[in-house]
T-cell receptor, first 113, second 114 residues
Framework: KQEVTQIPAALSVPEGENLVLNCSFT??????LQWFRQDPGKGLTSLLLIQSSQREQTSGRLNASLDKSSGRSTLYIAASQPGDSATYLCAVRPSGSARQLTFGSGTQLTVLP | GAVVSQHPSWVICKSGTSVKIECRSL??????MFWYRQFPKQSLMLMAT?????????EQGVEKDKFLINHASLTLSTLTVTSAHPEDSSFYIC??????????FGEGSRLTVL
């Protein structure tokens, strides 16, 4: 059974800092991995999708990497801003399955002005 | 990115009543949509996979007679919580997948059963 772990559970940084959020998964047979952000009481916003054949994806100040063999992904946020404050979730889609997306429990990020 | 709309965003109902939540893909067609439930400060739990034109596939432990799912068109899936009770109070979120494999989520619906 796939398990997805996100560390740390919560993170507080001053504005302007670069930061890294970690996601690890136990089964490396994945189809893709997706990072989301969730604001309180809201749905999820897709940030980046990495296919299993890719090693990283970039969008603006965000960069996500994927190392399938070690079962790890990182989300790098450059020059953090207070508006980046949210919960960040990673989710893994296993190979050979059309569903069963497994989510991590999230990292709650607070960027202090 | 693609847009998934959920309605209502919040609903309060009395115990024993039924509540319907709609999930629409606004700018793309989705043969498959997913319904999740989220408890406070926890991650998302997949409840069921909604398939257009056929029966939904429920995850283990989810009562299909309790949570009725209908996916009558390529842009609309509905979740009906039947005979709702306070323990059904939760945040329900739907999602739809593009052909690329990327998943997009609705804004969520907060259900409170009194």
């Amino acid at each position: 059974k796939q398990e997805v772990t996100q560390i740390p559970a919560a993170l507080s940084v001053p504005e302007g800092e670069n930061l890294v959020l970690n996601c690890s998964f136990t089964d490396s047979a994945i189809y893709n991995l997706q990072w989301f952000r969730q604001d309180p009481g809201k749905g999820l916003t897709s940030l980046l999708l990495i296919q299993s054949s890719q090693r990283e994806q970039t969008s603006g100040r965000l960069n996500a990497s994927l190392d399938k063999s070690s079962g790890r992904s990182t989300l790098y946020i450059a020059a953090s801003q207070p508006g980046d404050s949210a919960t960040y979730l990673c989710a893994v889609r296993p190979s050979g399955s059309a569903r069963q997306l497994t989510f991590g429990s999230g990292t709650q990020l607070t960027v202090l002005p | 990115g693609a847009v998934v709309s959920q309605h209502p965003s919040w609903v309060i109902c009395k115990s024993g009543t039924s509540v319907k939540i709609e999930c629409r893909s606004l700018d793309f067609q989705a043969t498959t949509m997913f319904w999740y439930r989220q408890f406070p400060k926890q991650s998302l739990m997949l409840m069921a996979t909604s398939n257009e034109g056929s029966k939904a596939t429920y995850e283990q432990g989810v009562e299909k007679d309790k949570f009725l799912i209908n996916h009558a068109s390529l842009t609309l899936s509905t979740l009906t919580v039947t005979s709702a009770h306070p323990e059904d109070s939760s945040f329900y979120i739907c999602s739809a997948r593009l052909n690329t494999g990327e998943l997009f989520f609705g804004e969520g619906s907060r259900l409170t059963v009194l």
